[in-house]
Antibody
């Protein structure tokens, strides 16, 4: 079965960077697009960006274009999301997701467990 | 960007009652509208895709309808496990966007 297992919680200071990983299993990693979605405390869901796990091609939400980088390592079926220049507004749970179909905008059928990133001085 | 507005923000109902949730898009998204359920401390779960198709394993009491700009998620008879927050999402255009959510709470 499809599993997405994310790295553990992080505490960072303002101005620092964080890199979250998402280990995929149970399917052909390069056959699907992967996305990152975040959720600030007691807030809604916010789409951050996506990557073609085969080619590495990326698309980002404009809000994150300058500070977020999504990458993958196909040899270990792992997705990464790095955020630089963190502020307190980046405190959130970050989710990796896999699409249901093979299109880049296909719905998010599989989700990681979430990684809490706390930004605090 | 396409803005999705969900209403009401909170729906207070009793088990066994019918729940009707609304999602309105700022421009047409055709049928590219999805619904997710999220319980506290959990990741969202896909319920409905393409406005009206139930995802794998989703009970028949969940149904979706609509096209263009107005969409509805209906839960025909609320079970105790259905009390949660529900989000709509459009996949018509970049950036992908979510509605603000509707919380279905026990009355």
């Amino acid at each position: 079965q499809v599993q997405l297992v994310q790295s553990g919680a992080e505490v960072k200071k303002p101005g620092a960077s964080v890199k979250v990983s998402c280990k995929a299993s149970g399917y052909t990693f390069t056959g699907y697009y992967m996305h990152w979605v975040r959720q600030a405390p007691r807030q809604g869901l916010e789409w951050m960006g996506r990557i073609n796990a085969d080619t590495g091609d990326t698309t980002y939400a404009q809000n994150f274009q300058d500070r977020v980088t999504i990458t993958r390592d196909t040899s270990i079926s792992t997705l990464y999301m790095e955020v630089i220049r963190l502020t307190s507004d980046d405190t959130a749970v970050y989710y990796c997701t896999r699409t249901r179909g093979d299109g880049d905008k296909s719905e998010f059928e599989h989700w990681g467990q979430g990684t809490l990133v706390t930004v605090s001085s | 960007e396409i803005v999705l507005t969900q209403s009401p923000a909170t729906l207070s109902l009793s088990p066994g009652e019918r729940a009707t949730l609304s999602c309105r898009a700022s421009q047409s998204v055709s049928s590219y509208l999805l619904w997710y359920q999220q319980k506290p401390g959990q990741a969202p779960r896909l319920l409905i895709y393409e406005a009206s198709n139930r995802a794998t394993g989703i009970p028949a009491r969940f149904s979706g309808s609509g096209s263009g700009t107005d969409f509805t998620l209906t839960i025909s008879s609320l079970e105790p496990e259905d009390f949660a927050v529900y989000y709509c999402q459009q996949r018509r255009d970049w950036p992908l966007t979510f509605g603000g959510g509707t919380k279905v709470e026990i009355k």
